[in-house]
Each structure stands twice: as structure tokens, then as C-alpha cells.
């Protein structure tokens, strides 16, 4: 990588870093791009180099969560990186289902000031905009592929897989955003959290064997 390429790079790293804390400071809607400039210790100008607006950047930021948890996915069998070698993920299997539930909880638990971030833009951009919609479609698009493959199977699943998809990542993004504050008093560990949500999903309330 040359001179150039690497300070953009190192630009572009210490603007995120520096939006994360003001986003944890100030709250998403009242951080100024001037703000994430100062805090990053760079001129105004060069934020326009590496994102159009603040949303630009939050989208950014929500594309690395992405990366990561795809990179952590795609290490286990049957993930993206598995190439062919074993089927994709088996939700209906209890210790694969955790692992993906483990891997999106910890992703927002060490982003939470994104998570929050994410959530101040859905609420100011209003319902009918279909933001909240949108973004949960996007970021359960692997629990939504998993699941067509379990009904392409045979398997019967509650209903339409991107709906109930969806309906896992709001489930999860509500708890996170709940639950994910220091300042929350509520004593659940992540481990609770996790295999809780992992027994709700697998059995939900009518338990293993329970009628439909």
C-alpha cells in the first residue's frame, strides 16, 4: 500500500473510531460531523473525502459490523466460507442456532454506541420512511437464507422466512438496545441472554414436542 493510500486508510479509521465515542457521548442526532472531525483530530474537509454524510458514515459503520459477524460465521461449517464442504447452518440444531445468536449479540454488545446510533436514525426518519424495515431485512439476511434452506428441505417453519427472519433480529436489536447499558441495573450476563434467546427460538413457548 503507498504513502497516500495508507493515511487515507488511517483517515478514514480514526474518523469512525472518533464517531463510535461521540455517538456514545452525544447521542447520534446531536453529533455534528464537525464534532466527529475535532474528536478525530482531522480538518472538516477530508471527512467529505471518505463519507458523503453522517448517515454515509453510519452506514459504514454498520457495513463492518456486517464484516465481522460474516468473517466469525464463515469459520464455523457450513458458513460462507465453507465452499461447498458442508451444508448451510442448521438453525433447528441447537448449538448452531446459539452460535449465531452468540455472534450477533456480542457484535452489538461491542457496538453499542453504533446500535444506538442506528436506532435514533430509524426514529427520526419516522415510520412511514420504512427505514427499520429495511435495515432488518438487510441485517438478517443469513438467519433468512438459513431459513429458505430449512424450508427448500422440507422442514416447516412458522412462516415466511424473510418475515420471521426479521422478526429474530428485532427480537434481538430490541434486547440489545435494552439491555447493552452499563447504567441498566438488569444482572442478565450475556450467557443468560444468549441461551435464553436460543431456547425461545429452538422450542418456542409450546417446548420440544409441543403442538402447533
Known sequence: MGVRKARAAETEAALKEAARRQFAER???????????AAAGRATGSFYDHFASKEDLLRALLADMHGAAHD???SEPGGAGAQGDHPPHELTDRDQLREHLAVAWRLMRDNRAVMVALFESAMAAG???GEMWRRLIEDTR??????????????PLPGDPELVAAAMGGMLSMLSYALLDD???SGRSDEEVIDTLTRL???GLAGPGGSA
Open 27 to 37: 447521542g447520534y442526532l446531536n453529533t455534528k460531523i464537525t464534532d466527529i472531525t
Open 72 to 74: 466469525r460465521l464463515a
Open 127 to 129: 415510520p412511514g420512511a
Open 142 to 155: 443469513v438467519f433468512r437464507e438459513h431459513l429458505e434452506h430449512l424450508r427448500e428441505a422440507g422442514h
Open 183 to 185: 447504567g441498566s441495573g
Open 201 to 203: 427460538l429452538l422450542h
